[in-house]
């Protein structure tokens, strides 16, 4: 759990930014990976573990990264529960295509006929739709063939709002490679919901995929939000949308905040602009989030600590102590963690000592986990002996065998030996 002015201490830490030199390699990391990997309870997660094992043994050229694959397809033949399985291969295969695309591919049509037999069309669904996004940029065309499959499962699945939610998932996962596909789906799925039905439900359904929807085809979004009743939920539902478009497009973001009437969502949907804006247009970034603020106290708890938090990654870029005061303020174990991690992330771009720094000055080993396996390569590439240290400390064995790989890849390759 997250303690309350758990980042207090990362302020004196921003003061100094001497560089550090570049330590000696770390011997071992891919051995330490593969023992933590053993240790880890389920076959499937052992398995995906030995096979991006394996990957980083044959990149720095060991032959004996062959044992190590042959490992992780004995863990995958022992994973029995039908959906991890078909998963399972389906992570293998991805992994195993760059070196042999065809015995990769072998690897996927297990994993399609796996998912192909899955008893519940929710599960199928599931499993054909992410198979079919691991294959995208490596085989379009099986992509779309299994992709087709799972839009057959969840046509299949018999509640409405459930058949809705996975065609709308279905539709996210096509949209890179067919936007126009992607949109009739949407469109597909607004049509399982019925059109004016007063139940919480639908309604919280019905926005979610608004929100999902807005940033493919951002005018039959709009039109389906006005089929939100509720005139509470509809707004609600365009700050989400603001949400949404404020990352990818900005212009969007504001021509929907338009239509947002009520003023304490209007704040909340200025924050999340402020945010987005921040990287690039720091000072109208943190003009909006200043503004946005003036609306706290009017608000409930759960929405203010929202407001902060958005406030503090606008405010981040340009004005970091009081950023910092302002997550000082917010409870909410997720939010601050997620401002936290916001924060570095966008930090480690310009100054990866500073971010290291504040990454050594958080005690809370949640936000610090989170925000370090996203800036793990920039950290290692700056300074791996300190970044080494942060990775001996993760909590999570799944991570930590992921970080080792990271470090490992940082590393020189060993020369071979003269004759």
Known sequence: ML????????????????ASAQPAPVPDLLAQAESEAGRLREPAARAVALADIAMARRQRGEAAWDK??????????????PLAAALTWRGLAA???????????????????????????????????????ALLGLDDALAR??????????????????RAAALRDLAVALAPLD????GKLLAEAAGALPPADPDENVQLARSELVVQWCPIDLAAALAEAELIGDAPFREACYRRMCEALAPVSPDQAMLVMARVHDPLQRALAMAALAAALAPTQPETAAGMARAALASAAKMTDADRET?????????????????????????????????????VVRMVRTDPGGALRMLEGVADWEAREDALMEILPQLAQFDLTRTTALVNGLLSRQQRIRALLVLAAAQPKKESPQP
Do not use: N, S
Not at 111 to 125: S, V
Not at 157 to 162: K, T
Not at 311 to 340: H, I, M, W
């Open 307 to 343: 407001l902060r938090a958005e406030a503090a990654v606008a405010l981040a870029a340009g004005a970091l102590p009081e950023a910092l005061e302002l997550l000082k303020q917010v409870t909410d174990e997720k939010l601050v963690g997620d401002a936290f991690r916001r924060i």
């Open 95 to 133: 992994r195993l295509w760059p070196v042999a695309p065809e015995q990769a591919r072998a690897l996927f049509d297990k994993a399609i006929t796996q998912a192909g037999a899955l008893t519940y069309a929710a599960q199928k669904a599931l499993a054909l739709r992410e198979i079919g996004r």
């Open 3 to 18: 303690k309350r002015h758990w980042w207090i201490c990362v302020v004196p830490w921003l003061l100094g930014g001497a």
């Open 68 to 81: 190590t694959w042959a490992q992780a397809m004995q863990q995958a033949q022992q994973t029995t529960e």
């Open 145 to 162: 063939t299994t992709m087709d499959q799972a839009v057959v499962a969840a046509r299949a699945v018999q509640a409405p709002i459930f």
């Open 179 to 182: 936007r126009a596909a992607a």
